[in-house]
């Protein structure tokens, strides 16, 4: 198993090296940030100094060479626009977008779990297709409205929580923060897991080993959660290690609904001002995570299905 | 060129010197907490929200307006602009005179000291000068636009509380200038190595009346009141700055108490924010100029009458209502300082069939085909203002196709490189000074893409920017507007507004020149 | 039974046909019919999708006025079944005064044309890279998965985001993003189904009696693939319509005269707060129905074509 995680490890650097090239490919196309840096009132002759001065006048290829040698010493530079080692700023910023993902993959689960559960035991029965209705509602809604809506209903007009940015520390006041910006990122996702529960725990309900269980006299419950459930689980948990690519996406869009300090809202704004090191960087580091979550999930599979070996 | 003592400057800023310094000591209160303050020491806490948050806070690296309002309060500007005749008026520099056309004399406030405790002098007025004036500071380049605009030579240091900044020409606007630049302590700025340039960077050090405290960015900057503060005590004991991009997040915190000032409220939304009974609007006519260019060098719209054709067409008074609830005003003038407008200026009128006849003069009856640029959400309204003023182009003739771009695109890119379409929507923010105003459309200014090139507005600048007598920039001035008027290298479309919510609680009143400036507001009792 | 076939179920025939080889077409077709008439979301899902493209398609004659040019003197007028609504405007004006209905009608044919193009190009693209990959092996597949790990380790929006900003907006441009960036589910399906079947005996038998790879991909396996590309495209055009709405919340949709449903949405969202709930109340209306429909109709695909596909 220490081999299988040092080979999956090591195929992560193409993985990189490709995203980064591809980063800096996209970005360059529009020209440089040299523009967007300077204040209205810069010269042309200006702008053309600062654009050789800070090396924005060669090709990108020569620019992405050059982020990489600096990179692999564990240099990610500093960021154009706020002076401040891209590194430091992503860090910062990381805890705030992980405590929302988290959150809301949290509540993706916890309500997906029971609803598929109980819409594939009731299978074509109202319950069932309640749950499946609400599940493909909250599918079709979107993120940015289903956002503002719940601000307008839940912060302005009952005033039960608090209206967007994040906590100030202290966990009550963190929870309250988070719970609005982590419904609306998790809703997708609740609804894409409902369904998958339900279509794998019908599946798994059909088979010999669940008949036997139901034949030894175990009740329904125990044949439910303990039995088949575990077993319907192993594309579930799949699907959740690629989930967490879509919710780090996702979460651009909640986060600036919400003034969410995270990542997302640093990576758009770094976007809009071309910085590039900021861009890059963040990219880098969530397709980090996404790779890493994903071997996670890998080897999950082996607790889930004993079958599984690594190799 | 005006001069005023530190007496009368006091005056005119409103505020009492004597303040007990004790008192503003006090540490910070929650704005509910009962709390038996002397009328004079500042309490209570303020939320500001900000449609984005500040990059750095470096003088001479940040280039937003939210990094302007954040700097105006941990900094001094040398000098203050007036908010109704927005004239330049003592504030840090106490007073000034010309020693020659080529020589400023200034003096600074006696007795003021930087949050480190080391005093603003002349060699503090002299080291900021100058870092405001270089080419790079710590290697990192930096435009000098002071350098430029002032035609800069030297500082000198006269005495401790005087210098003097020596030009190679005559400086008309350096006092414009100045309200725009810091005064920076040595101590905390000399050291441009890359650690200090980033420390600096988020831990800003000045003499303005807040003190830094801390900054988690994207989230929240937290200033307090800073005790020692050498001129009108503030008073309000803590200032939050957040940055809050979604509008309707914005407005929703404002009516919960959330926050107490809210920027860029959409005029539609107006009523909504004093509805919840807690908050009011605040709104002024600013400097932001909102106008499409006209790239001159295309066929058709080189020709004067088609681009007066142009702005006639444009249904001004229509827009106002069902976009701008009202609000707005078409350009009399692209001069916003009012001493310094034209007196007869007037907005080109809305009028289809002369805008028709112009056409059929330029032998283009027909009309023609354009590409007109607009950014997104840059501006109040301005995709939708680009799509009204489409449809009343189309109605003389033109076939318009309307582009809404993405700002790192449209000035990233097409106005960097000067290509943007036919018809391209932008706003400028204003300097406040007509001289500057006019470089908007002069041939050398960089982000104008217009290709205008006329000799007798160039041979006009030029003279203005010669000239220091004021009766004489006068004449210039009606004279390059006139020019610009009957010559149009824009249409011309309005001077933004900007609306601001506030909450009731607090007294403040918003300004014409974008900036949020705490420095007299109140807590309402 | 042919007479009683209704028309929408001939969306599905070819392809089931092909799949189904030597099942007799008409029994198949009534095994379709009485599955989807089995289950009532999905028959809803027919109706509603039905409704959907004859709007698209008659939208010039449907539309009671241009949907992109309003008069300003109109601008912002409610419902005309509301006080003070005006009967031309069955559904109420924006506030530059274009009809609300008009624009929704129209906003069909730009959304579904967003919708069902991306997702065309991307399983077009996704399906060849997949056979390829899984037919030869080796180190293309290599080359093709690691490109392919490369796209989900990037988050979609940050991708879309980075290359509209480039390219600019515009519909070709959306359409290529959407489903340049949406090939990978495809490729790794198809792939994986391409694994299995080339061990197959009537594949080893087609390469026996010495038949050319490009026939043998095509011809022979391609075909039974397709009902998991019929799935995850079904599934795919709805999230496609959702991008749209995402992405013109960020401004990078179309341009804003031209009605999609997405950005009718995103335009309107700050009038949640004042009351004028038929600007975004429509369109949102609108996207929900036809994303519902097509999950739902999806769900049922899968059930029907293939339960075990874990999409």
């Given at each position: 198993m220490g081999v299988y995680i040092i080979r999956r490890l090591l195929q992560t650097i193409p993985v990189l090296l490709g995203v980064t090239a591809l980063v800096y490919f996209i970005l360059f196309q529009t020209g440089d940030p040299t523009f967007l840096m300077v204040s209205t009132?810069?010269?042309?002759?200006?702008?053309?100094?600062?654009?050789?001065?800070?090396?924005?006048?060669?090709?990108?290829?020569?620019?992405?060479?050059?982020?990489?040698?600096?990179?692999?010493?564990?240099?990610?530079?500093?960021?154009?626009?706020?002076?401040?080692?891209?590194?430091?700023?992503?860090?910062?910023?990381?805890?705030?977008?992980?405590?929302?993902?988290?959150?809301?993959?949290?509540?993706?689960?916890?309500?997906?779990?029971?609803?598929?559960?109980?819409?594939?035991?009731?299978?074509?029965?109202?319950?069932?297709?309640?749950?499946?209705?609400?599940?493909?509602?909250?599918?079709?809604?979107?993120?940015?409205?289903?956002?503002?809506?719940?601000?307008?209903?839940?912060?302005?007009l009952l005033g039960w929580f608090p209206i967007g940015g994040r906590g100030r520390g202290e966990p009550i006041d963190e929870l309250r923060h988070l719970v609005l910006p982590a419904i609306t990122l998790g809703t997708f996702s609740v609804a894409r897991n409902a369904r998958l529960v339900r279509s794998t725990l019908l599946e798994v309900l059909?088979?010999?080993?669940?008949?036997?269980?139901?034949?030894?006299?175990?009740?329904?419950?125990?044949?439910?959660?303990?039995?088949?459930?575990?077993?319907?689980?192993i594309p579930v948990v799949t699907v959740v290690g690629l989930e967490f690519g879509t919710l780090l996406g996702g979460a651009v869009i909640t986060e600036t609904v919400f003034a969410w300090p995270g990542v997302g809202s640093l990576v758009i704004k770094a976007i809009g001002q071309k910085d590039f090191p900021v861009v890059v960087g963040t990219v880098t580091i969530l397709s980090a995570s996404f790779v890493l979550i994903n071997l996670v999930v890998d080897l999950l599979y082996g607790y889930l299905d004993p079958r599984v070996r690594y190799r | 060129?005006?001069?005023?003592?530190?007496?009368?400057?006091?005056?005119?800023?409103?505020?009492?010197?004597?303040?007990?310094?004790?008192?503003?000591?006090?540490p910070a209160q929650a704005p509910s907490a009962p709390s038996a303050p002397t009328p004079s020491g500042p309490r209570g806490e303020v939320t500001i929200l900000q449609g984005v948050d500040a990059n750095t806070l470096d003088p001479d690296f940040r280039n937003s307006v939210p990094e302007f309002n954040i700097n105006a309060h941990i900094f001094d500007?040398?000098?203050?602009?007036?908010?109704?005749?927005?004239?330049?008026?003592?504030?840090?520099?106490?007073?000034?005179?010309?020693?020659?056309?080529?020589?400023?004399?200034?003096?600074?406030?006696?007795?003021?000291?930087?949050?480190?405790?080391?005093?603003?002098?002349?060699?503090?007025?002299?080291?900021?000068?100058?870092?405001?004036?270089?080419?790079?500071?710590?290697?990192?380049?930096?435009?000098?636009?002071?350098?430029?605009?002032?035609?800069?030579?030297?500082?000198?240091?006269?005495?401790?509380?005087?210098?003097?900044?020596?030009?190679?020409?005559?400086?008309?606007?350096?006092?414009?200038?100045?309200?725009?630049?810091?005064?920076?302590?040595?101590?905390?700025?000399a050291d441009e190595s890359a650690e200090n340039l980033a420390k600096v960077a988020a831990k800003p050090v000045g003499s303005g009346p807040y003190r830094f405290v801390e900054w988690v960015k994207d989230q929240r900057l937290v200033m307090e009141a800073n005790p020692d503060y050498w001129g009108p005590k503030p008073q309000i004991q803590r200032l939050i700055w957040k940055p809050v991009p979604e509008l309707s997040t914005r407005i929703l915190a404002l009516q919960r108490g959330e926050a107490d000032i809210i920027v860029n409220v959409a005029p539609d939304q107006m009523a909504n924010v004093e509805r919840s009974g807690n908050a009011r609007i605040c709104r002024i006519k600013g400097g932001r100029n909102i106008f499409v260019g006209i790239r001159t060098d295309r066929p058709y719209l080189s020709d004067k009458r088609v681009r007066q054709a142009l702005n006639y067409a444009v249904n001004f008074d229509a827009i106002n209502r069902a976009i701008l609830n009202g609000i707005g005003e078409r350009t009399r003038t692209i001069v916003t300082r009012p001493s310094e407008q034209p007196p007869n200026a007037k907005p080109y009128p809305y009028d289809p069939d002369k805008a028709r006849q112009l056409l059929k003069e330029a032998g283009v009856p027909e009309g023609f085909k354009v590409v007109m640029d607009s950014p997104n959400g840059r501006y109040i309204k301005d995709k939708e203002i680009a799509q009204a003023i489409a449809q009343d182009l189309q109605r003389i003739g033109l076939q318009v196709e309307l582009k809404v771009l993405d700002w790192a695109l449209y000035a990233g890119d097409m106005l960097a490189k000067r290509q943007p379409d036919d018809l391209f929507f932008l706003g400028l923010g204003s300097p406040f000074n007509a001289q500057s105003e006019f470089n908007y459309i002069h041939p050398d200014f960089s982000l104008n893409s217009t290709y205008w090139v006329n000799q007798e507005f160039i041979r006009l600048y030029d003279e203005l920017r010669r000239t220091l007598d004021r009766a004489k920039r006068q004449e210039l001035i009606n004279r390059l507007w006139e020019v610009a008027y009957d010559d149009p290298p824009w249409i011309y479309v309005w001077h933004q507004v900007d609306i601001y919510g506030v909450s009731n609680r607090l007294e403040w009143n918003c300004r014409p020149d974008e900036r949020i400036l705490l420095h007299e507001a109140r807590l309402r009792s | 039974m042919d007479e009683?076939?209704?028309?929408?179920?001939?969306?599905?025939?070819?392809?089931?046909?092909?799949?189904?080889?030597?099942?007799?077409?008409?029994?198949?077709?009534?095994?379709?019919?009485?599955?989807?008439?089995?289950?009532?979301?999905?028959?809803?899902?027919?109706?509603?999708?039905?409704?959907?493209?004859?709007?698209?398609?008659?939208?010039?004659?449907?539309?009671?006025?241009?949907?992109?040019?309003?008069?300003?003197?109109?601008?912002?007028?409610?419902?005309?079944?509301?006080?003070?609504?005006?009967?031309?405007?069955?559904?109420?004006?924006?506030?530059?005064?274009?009809?609300?209905?008009?624009?929704?009608?129209?906003?069909?044919?730009?959304?579904?044309?967003?919708?069902?193009?991306?997702?065309?190009?991307?399983?077009?693209i996704g399906v060849v890279l997949g056979l390829v990959s899984g037919f030869y092996g080796g180190r293309i597949d290599d080359v093709i998965m690691r490109i392919a790990d490369i796209q989900l380790a990037v988050p979609f929006i940050l991708l879309a985001i980075a290359v509209l900003a480039v390219l600019g907006p515009g519909i070709q441009n959306l359409i290529l993003t959407l489903g340049v960036a949406g090939w990978v589910t495809?490729?790794?399906?198809?792939?994986?189904?391409?694994?299995?079947?080339?061990e197959k005996e009537f594949i080893e038998a087609a390469h026996c009696i010495g038949v050319p790879n490009l026939v043998i991909m095509f011809r022979h396996i391609l075909p039974n693939t397709l009902a998991a590309v019929i799935v995850v495209g079904s599934f795919a055009v709805a999230s496609t319509i959702?991008?749209?709405?995402?992405?013109?919340?960020?401004?990078?949709?179309?341009?804003?005269?031209?009605?999609?449903?997405?950005?009718?949405?995103?335009?309107?969202?700050?009038?949640?707060?004042?009351?004028?709930?038929?600007?975004?109340?429509?369109?949102?209306?609108?996207?929900?129905?036809?994303?519902?429909?097509?999950?739902?109709?999806?769900?049922?695909?899968?059930?029907?074509?293939?339960?075990?596909?874990k999409i």
């Open positions: 009132d810069a010269s042309r002759e200006e702008v053309e100094r600062i654009r050789r001065e800070l090396g924005f006048d060669q090709p990108w290829y020569i620019q992405y060479l050059q982020f990489l040698g600096r990179a692999v010493r564990g240099d990610f530079g500093v960021s154009l626009r706020q002076g401040q080692p891209v590194f430091d700023l992503i860090l910062e910023r990381y805890p705030a977008t992980l405590e929302l993902t988290f959150a809301a993959m949290f509540i993706a689960l916890a309500l997906a779990l029971p609803l598929g559960v109980i819409s594939a035991t009731r299978r074509n029965s109202a319950v069932d297709n309640l749950a499946m209705a609400f599940a493909l509602v909250g599918q079709s809604t979107p993120v940015f409205f289903l956002g503002i809506m719940l601000l307008f209903v839940f912060g302005g059909g088979q010999d080993y669940v008949r036997t269980a139901r034949a030894k006299g175990l009740t329904e419950r125990v044949v439910i959660w303990h039995h088949a459930l575990k077993n319907a689980l | 060129m005006g001069k005023l003592s530190r007496r009368e400057f006091l005056g005119l800023v409103g505020g009492s010197a004597v303040a007990s310094v004790a008192a503003a000591c006090a500007m040398f000098l203050w602009r007036d908010p109704k005749t927005l004239d330049p008026k003592p504030w840090i520099i106490s007073e000034w005179r010309n020693v020659d056309d080529l020589t400023w004399e200034f003096k600074l406030v006696r007795g003021a000291k930087f949050h480190d405790g080391t005093p603003v002098n002349a060699e503090a007025a002299k080291f900021s000068i100058e870092r405001h004036t270089k080419e790079r500071v710590g290697g990192k380049p930096i435009v000098p636009a002071l350098r430029r605009l002032i035609n800069f030579e030297k500082v000198e240091v006269v005495d401790e509380y005087t210098f003097r900044i020596k030009t190679t020409a005559p400086a008309a606007t350096i006092l414009d200038e100045l309200t725009s630049y810091e005064i920076m302590p040595p101590s905390v700025y | 009683r076939l209704k028309p929408e179920t001939a969306v599905g025939v070819p392809a089931l046909g092909r799949e189904l080889g030597a099942v007799a077409r008409r029994r198949a077709r009534s095994r379709l019919v009485s599955s989807l008439r089995a289950n009532g979301l999905a028959s809803f899902g027919v109706l509603v999708l039905l409704l959907v493209c004859l709007s698209a398609i008659f939208a010039d004659v449907l539309a009671p006025h241009n949907p992109r040019v309003g008069d300003l003197m109109d601008s912002k007028l409610p419902p005309a079944f509301l006080p003070g609504g005006d009967p031309r405007f069955i559904l109420g004006t924006d506030e530059l005064g274009r009809d609300i209905l008009s624009r929704v009608i129209h906003g069909s044919r730009i959304s579904l044309l967003v919708g069902f193009t991306a997702v065309a190009l991307a399983g077009f495809y490729g790794r399906v198809v792939r994986g189904q391409v694994i299995s079947l080339r959702l991008a749209e709405a995402a992405l013109s919340f960020l401004g990078l949709g179309v341009p804003p005269d031209i009605p999609t449903w997405g950005g009718m949405v995103a335009a309107g969202r700050d009038q949640i707060l004042t009351g004028q709930w038929w600007v975004y109340t429509f369109p949102g209306l609108a996207i929900m129905l036809t994303v519902l429909a097509i999950n739902a109709l999806g769900d049922w695909l899968r059930d029907y074509l293939d339960p075990r596909l």
